[in-house]
């Protein structure tokens, strides 16, 4: 059974422990909210708000959680939110999320 998400990290600090460690469901729901607000100006709210929940889709993996950590493989964060854009979404829309 895979963990649940809310052990999953956005971001880390240095030398604290991961209870002060920013999840990635806060993190993606903030990111959301925000793009949402300013996305409404022009009529897409909905838009900015998915963009925001698929931002980061990539920090949803074993390697990225490893690189907060201290790992210092290099992760690719950003392209999975882009690829399932392009899938969920077709044609323009997706393609402006991505």
Same mark, same amino acid.
Not at 33 to 54: I, K, S, V
Not at 69 to 76: A, H, I, L, Q, T
Not at 77 to 85: K, R
């Given at each position: 059974?895979?963990?649940?998400? &809310?052990? !999953? %990290?956005?971001? &880390?600090?240095?030398?604290?422990?991961?209870?002060?460690?920013?999840?990635?469901?806060?993190?993606?729901?903030?990111?959301?909210?925000?793009?949402?607000?300013?996305?409404?100006? !022009?009529?897409?709210?909905?838009?900015? %708000?998915?963009?925001?929940?698929?931002?980061?889709?990539?920090? %949803?993996?074993?390697? !990225?959680?490893?690189?907060?950590?201290? &790992?210092?493989?290099?992760?690719?964060?950003?392209?999975?939110?882009?690829?399932?854009?392009?899938?969920?979404?077709?044609?323009?829309?997706?393609?402006?999320?991505?």
């Amino acid at each position: 059974m895979p963990p649940k998400s &809310s052990h !999953f %990290y956005a971001h &880390s600090l240095p030398e604290t422990d991961k209870q002060a460690w920013q999840t990635l469901d806060d993190h993606l729901q903030c990111v959301a909210e925000m793009a949402a607000t300013r996305a409404e100006r !022009f009529g897409m709210a909905d838009a900015g %708000y998915t963009a925001g929940l698929l931002h980061d889709l990539g920090k %949803y993996s074993a390697p !990225f959680q490893r690189r907060l950590e201290g &790992s210092p493989e290099r992760v690719d964060h950003s392209t999975a939110g882009a690829i399932v854009a392009k899938q969920r979404f077709k044609g323009g829309i997706g393609d402006l999320l991505a």
